[in-house]
């Protein structure tokens, strides 16, 4: 029954990447090579039962979402119509066409951005709107917080300080190791993490305290130097997957159609990894072989973000 559902999926309904996961990460141009490389077609990525169908025109993934509708209803599931919406990233310079998607005669809401997996993605590829969000959610949680906890005279500072790193830091920097953070996203963020360690610490702005001073005060890193542990952390765990994980081939892959314009493109997660790793005074050509032991990874790691 599968089969007859898929029989209408042509090979090019999908999107094609291109891997090795025999040689250096940032080494770009061994992906272009004829030999060694292999192509990996991605349909689908599902967690749970959430699920994000992905192709490259709106043909093929009209086929895609069709043949998934069908092959759900086989096994008695039915997709939520309300809850599925499509978006269109279009190329640099391209302009947005809104797309029409349907299941069974019922049109798909269109939409510029949603929500998975409690991240937001945008039709333009931009995390602006993610930081928006997590600054609305980390905000909200120390709100909630204000009267039982950070005005609170009975509880310790350490006390508190514990409670908004369980709480409040998570909820910031939740997803943060996947993120391409510019310059800019990292001083909201820690113009957010400032004004709650000073309500928490009860430091006003005209007490003339810098930020270097709250932070030893407080007991905690800066923002910056979580989303470095994380990421390095986070990149660590999928060099030690199995060579089929879909993770560890997309970190190591890039499409097989299109092209990056010249001049100064967007950053890409590699040249935000290959960043950090200098920073961290970590070798960027040697780090996968450091990486593969666990216990002396995540040495390493402690070492370099507290020298950070």
């Known amino acids: 029954m599968i089969e007859q559902a898929t029989k209408d999926l042509a090979p090019e309904d999908g999107v094609y990447v291109r891997y090795r996961l025999d040689g250096s990460l940032f080494n770009l141009r061994r992906l272009q090579a004829h030999t060694k490389t292999q192509e990996r077609l991605i349909r689908d990525l599902l967690f749970a039962d959430d699920a994000a169908l992905v192709a490259h025109t709106e043909q093929a993934l009209q086929r895609v979402t069709s043949c998934f509708a069908e092959t759900s209803s086989l096994f008695g599931l039915e997709v939520s119509l309300k809850k599925t919406e499509v978006l269109y990233q279009p190329a640099p310079h391209d302009m947005y066409i809104q797309p029409g998607i349907i299941i069974k005669n019922t049109g798909l809401k269109a939409t510029q951005q949603f929500t998975y997996l409690g991240s937001i993605i945008s039709y333009d590829a931009k995390i602006d709107k993610e930081i928006d969000n997590r600054l609305s959610k980390a905000s909200s ?18 006390t508190k300080t514990r409670v908004y790193r369980a709480v409040v830091i998570t909820t910031l920097l939740n ?132 020298k950070f």
Not at 141 to 158: H, I, Q, Y
Not at 283 to 299: H, I, N
């Open 141 to 158: 949680s120390f709100g909630r917080l204000n009267k039982r906890v950070w005005k609170n005279k009975n509880p310790r500072a350490t």
């Open 175 to 306: 997803g943060s190791e996947s993120l391409v953070l510019y310059r800019s996203h990292t001083r909201l963020l820690e113009r957010c993490h400032q004004r709650c360690l000073r309500t928490i610490l009860d430091v006003h702005w005209t007490d003339y305290v810098s930020n270097v001073a709250i932070l030893e005060q407080a007991g905690l890193p800066s923002i910056e130097a979580m989303i470095v542990k994380s990421k390095l952390r986070w990149v660590g765990h999928v060099h030690r997957m199995d060579d089929h994980s879909l993770t560890k081939i997309v970190m190591y892959s890039e499409l097989s159609s299109g092209y990056r314009e010249r001049g100064a493109p967007r950053k890409r997660y590699k040249d935000s990894l290959k960043r950090t790793l200098s920073a961290c005074d970590i070798d960027v050509q040697g780090w996968s072989d450091l990486a593969t032991d666990r216990s002396a990874w995540r040495c390493r790691i402690k070492e370099a973000t507290t």
